[in-house]
């Protein structure tokens, strides 16, 4: 029957590819994005060059399934009962930050900041790609108490960036150029708790805030016991 997919053929072909991107992000990561070459991939692969267009079209392709990749590895706490909104801000700030400042994600912006003089086009299609499908969970959280308060969603997206730059910029720049090593997890969680204290203190609309904004529970965004 003309058409007709056998029983398994997906799952074999999703196996291929998620093999393949983990052979180009290690040469990727080795070479460089620009001076690494399809024939590189396919070796370190260990599959001709044809099979690897028979699963992504281009080069760019390819390193947008790396970038999928790791972004299917991020997980953001779901809402808990009794949590305020500082719980919230902070669970997923807590969450966010973690993901970031994991080794192999500053490796892969590394990536992309070196090569994006190289590859103008390159560099144009990931800002495009993230600026269209990427939308930041922390955006998200805030925009969602934003629209049940009526407060404008640009509010949201303001404050959110406003937040994840007093609880997260200085760690996660630092840590990309090298001006420091990641921080622990002791004082992540100390700095994206006070961050959201102030925020929500001195920067957040009455309406969404409460006219009295409560810290973040002493549990929230708190690894599960024995992780």
Not at 34 to 60: P, Q, R
Request: charged share 20%; glycine share 8%.
């Amino acid at each position: 029957m003309s058409g007709y997919a056998k029983p398994g053929r997906k799952t074999e072909q999703a196996a291929r590819l998620a093999a393949l991107v983990s052979a180009a992000e290690t040469v990727f990561l080795q070479k460089g994005y620009h001076a690494a070459t399809m024939n590189d991939v396919a070796k370190a692969a260990g599959i001709s060059k044809k099979t690897i267009y028979e699963l992504v079209d281009s080069k760019v392709e390819l390193f947008f399934n790396i970038l999928a990749d790791h972004h299917e590895k991020i997980s953001f706490p779901l809402p808990q009962p009794g949590w305020s909104v500082a719980d919230m801000l902070t669970a997923n700030l807590l969450s966010l930050g973690r993901f970031l400042l994991e080794p192999a994600q500053i490796a892969l912006i590394r990536l992309i900041m070196a090569e994006y003089t190289h590859s103008p086009d390159f560099g144009r299609a990931f800002m495009r790609s993230r600026l269209v499908k990427a939308k930041a969970k922390l955006e998200d959280a805030l925009a969602s108490v934003a629209r049940e308060q009526g407060v404008p969603a640009a509010q949201a997206k303001e404050g959110s960036a406003m937040l994840f730059g007093m609880a997260l910029g200085e760690f996660h720049i630092g840590t990309l150029v090298g001006f420091r090593p990641p921080p622990t997890r002791a004082a992540l969680e100390a700095r994206v708790r006070r961050a959201v204290e102030i925020f929500l203190a001195g920067a957040c609309a009455p309406e969404i805030c409460g006219e009295e904004p409560s810290p973040p529970s002493a549990t929230c965004g708190a690894p599960p016991p024995g992780a």
